[in-house]
């Protein structure tokens, strides 16, 4: 889908490679990360024990498999001997962490973090190629690519477009490297959607297999293997037999992980989160969207009045104030509810603690009405079902951390990057009208 941008570039490529290559590099080599040898994260492996690291945790099962052969036991067993904190069944995890072994070594930080810093860097050609497949602008996926690897203080000022800078994953992490596992299953999910986008189905279902083989998390790449074929109208063109092949699939994957064992099966279990919803809000919301659910009141009084200000109807400022003065009134009794308070003090939570967010709300709002006018609104449909399905592993497990939201985090960035392109058009078109209008009057 093309999308009139006015922000694609008609120089060579060569230029925007540039950029690109730029970016990754300003993130991975700065100043405190210039030499692994004595970077804080080689001081920080070597200082670890094996009970602290899950790449360390598999040193114990990964030296029981002496031969490459006799990893494909992994195939039908869990990755690790200790299944009390995480019975998993990741067959080609184990068997890129065994090779990765004989490479390196077990306790050679330097060559993990090379292969991290490898990895990364196609992570981050992938997430800049779903972003170029989505809006067909190369200076969109540089501007999406910027947005990922910026830190959370860079980010900071761009809360109000649905980002949460305190849980960003750039490509240094502030506590330490995103995991392999979710790098590798990370880049085979988006190369999933981008080859079904592309019509090459059959690639793309065995690169979802590998996805989900890689690590739990992938099996959203069938899902969205699916909605892209949706999307762009290939669902009757697609052969049955290709359906039937994903379903063998599927049913392959469920039994090679029922063989590996009773504490797989039931790890699965023990694992989902109580808190499904606030896991998900946490993973899918910006910082607005999640201070505004504390404040009702505040929120209903900035839905009011931004409603107040686009009624095109007439009506005179008056009764518009008037119409402002009772939201706020309601909005006072819903905040009084909400906090189990008198309506007095309810309002008193609105002007207060709850003024900040009912205006970043405000213009939140504001800032959506502008983004859904500038792009078609299935791309918007789709993009954001690319960041709620993706969140949905992070929800579901109580013990996964912030790692496990990156590939939301990355489909949030395509969506900031749009926001930051709309708002840069109609401020710059706004300024050539008010240009124009000032020199007629002249």
């Not at 950029?19 to 040898?37: E, K, R, W």
């Not at 920080?44 to 031969?67: C, F, G, H, I, N």
């Not at 990893?71 to 890129?96: C, G, I």
């Not at 930080?109 to 190369?138: E, K, M």
Request: aromatic share 14%; glycine share 8%; proline share 5%.
């Amino acid at each position: 889908m093309t999308l009139p941008l006015g922000f694609e570039s008609r120089k060579p490529l060569l230029h925007v490679l540039i950029c690109l290559v730029l970016i990754v590099l300003g993130s991975i080599f700065s100043p405190a990360h210039t030499s692994f040898g004595d970077s804080p994260h080689t001081d920080y492996v070597r200082s670890m024990q094996p009970v602290q690291w899950d790449y360390l945790q598999l040193e114990k099962s990964l030296e029981a498999r002496p031969t490459f052969t006799s990893t494909f036991d992994y195939w039908v067993s869990p990755w690790r001997f200790d299944l009390k904190e995480a019975p998993y069944w990741r067959p080609l995890t184990m068997q890129a962490m065994w090779l990765e072994k004989q490479a390196f070594g077990m306790r050679n930080p330097n060559g993990w973090l090379w292969v991290t810093t490898l990895c990364n860097a196609v992570y981050l050609g992938l997430i800049a190629a779903t972003a170029f497949t989505l809006t067909r602008s190369r200076w969109m996926s540089v501007i999406t690519l910027a947005l990922f690897v910026a830190t959370p203080g860079v980010l900071e000022w761009l809360r109000i477009l649905q980002f949460n800078p305190s849980s960003s994953n750039g490509l240094l992490l502030e506590g330490g490297w995103l995991d392999q596992p979710d790098i590798w299953a990370n880049c085979c999910i988006l190369g999933a959607i981008l080859l079904a986008y592309h019509r090459k189905l059959w690639p793309a279902l065995l690169v979802a297999t590998a996805a989900t083989t890689f690590k739990e998390s992938g099996f959203v790449a069938f899902l969205f293997a699916f909605g892209v074929i949706a999307f762009t109208g290939q669902v009757k063109r697609t052969p049955w037999h290709f359906y039937l092949a994903v379903g063998t699939v599927l049913f392959a994957l469920f039994a090679l992980r029922w063989q590996a064992g009773p504490e797989v099966r039931a790890g699965g279990a023990t694992m989902m989160s109580k808190y499904i919803w606030v896991r998900f809000q946490g993973g899918v919301a910006g910082v607005i969207l999640q201070e505004a659910q504390w404040f009702w009141g505040a929120g209903l009084a900035a839905l009011s009045a931004f409603v107040l200000l686009r009624w095109k109807r007439p009506t005179s400022v008056v009764g518009r104030f008037c119409l402002f003065v009772f939201a706020v009134g309601i909005g006072a009794v819903i905040q009084a509810i909400q906090s189990r308070t008198v309506p007095s003090a309810g309002l008193v939570i609105m002007l207060t603690p709850g003024l900040r967010p009912g205006f970043l709300f405000f213009g939140w709002l504001w800032i959506m009405t502008i983004v859904c006018k500038r792009y078609p609104l299935p791309l918007l449909g789709a993009i954001l079902g690319l960041i709620v399905i993706s969140a949905m592993p992070y929800a579901m497990s109580r013990t996964a951390g912030w790692h496990s939201i990156s590939l939301t985090r990355s489909f949030q960035a395509i969506f900031v990057a749009m926001s930051v392109v709309a708002l840069a058009q109609f401020i710059s078109e706004s300024a050539r009208t008010r240009c124009g209008r000032t020199a007629i009057v002249a």
